[in-house]
């Protein structure tokens, strides 16, 4: 596949992207650059290697959740500047 112009910007078209004449230059190169080493991946013989799927063979070592000591709403809301029965009230941080 050859990366042009004009696939450039299908591609910032897509991504919502604005890019300068200087940008889509340095982007048709490092594209290019890109599927270059993809097609040298693609030539090497991979038949017998598993799929690798993670990165270590560590497993998680974090605790089960475990219920040690349930409160009461009352007592969750006792400390909050704010609060109505049920709830903590916040400031509103998020316009129409």
């Known amino acids: 596949m050859v990366i ?6 299908k591609v910032a078209n897509l991504a919502r992207l604005e890019l300068s004449e200087d940008e889509k230059q340095e982007l048709i190169h ?3 650059e890109i599927l270059d080493f993809m ?3 693609n030539e090497i ?3 017998g290697v598993e799929p690798l799927v993670y ?7 974090c605790r089960e ?3 040690r000591h ?3 709403t009352e007592e969750g809301l006792k400390n909050a500047p704010k609060h ?6 916040v400031a509103k941080v998020i316009e129409k």
Request: hydrophobic share 35%; no cysteine.
């Open 4 to 9: 042009d112009k004009e696939t450039v910007e």
């Open 30 to 32: 490092d594209m290019s």
């Open 39 to 41: 097609a040298k991946l």
């Open 45 to 47: 013989d991979t038949s």
């Open 55 to 61: 990165m270590t063979d560590e497993v998680n070592v």
């Open 65 to 67: 959740d475990v219920i």
């Open 70 to 72: 349930e409160i009461t």
């Open 84 to 89: 109505t029965d049920e709830y903590f009230l």
